[in-house]
Nanobody, 115 residues
Framework: VQLVESGGGLVESGGSLRLSCAAS????????MSWYRQAPGKERELVAT????????NYADSVKGRFTISRDNAKKTVYLQMNNLKPEDTAVYYC?????????WGQGTQVTVSS
C-alpha cells in the first residue's frame, strides 16, 4: 500500500491549490479516503473525508465552503481543492486510508499560505 501526495507549495492568502494523493497497492475504489493536516506545534486534524464511491463527503468546520474533496477511481487518486486559502491553513497535508490491518498514511505535502 502506498499513498503519495503532491501539489503543495507557497501561495498568497486568498489563493488556491489542488492537492493530489495517488494510491497503489490496494483496490482504491473499495476504500474511503481522508485528508488530514498538521500545523507546527499542533496535533494532526481531520480536514475532509470521502466515501469509496465519491458520493458522500464531510468537512471540518474550518474549511467548509472553501475546500472540496473528490476522487477519480479510474486514476486511483483523491484530490483536495483548496480555495480562499488563509494563513491558518498552513500545514503539512496528508492523505489517509485504512487497509487492513492498519491505517495508512502518505508522506505529506507542505502548504504554506503567506499573509
Amino acid at each position: 500500500v502506498q499513498l503519495v501526495e503532491s501539489g503543495g507549495g507557497l501561495v498568497e492568502s486568498g489563493g488556491s491549490l489542488r492537492l493530489s494523493c495517488a494510491a497503489s497497492g490496494f483496490t482504491f475504489s473499495n476504500y474511503a479516503m481522508s485528508w488530514y493536516r498538521q500545523a507546527p506545534g499542533k496535533e494532526r486534524e481531520l480536514v475532509a473525508t470521502i466515501d469509496s464511491a465519491g458520493s458522500t463527503t464531510n468537512y471540518a468546520d474550518s474549511v467548509k465552503g472553501r475546500f472540496t474533496i473528490s476522487r477519480d477511481n479510474a486514476k486511483k487518486t483523491v484530490y483536495l481543492q483548496m480555495n480562499n486559502l488563509k494563513p491558518e491553513d498552513t500545514a503539512v497535508y496528508y492523505c489517509k486510508t485504512f487497509v487492513y490491518p492498519r491505517v495508512r498514511w502518505g508522506q505529506g505535502t507542505q502548504v504554506t499560505v503567506s499573509s
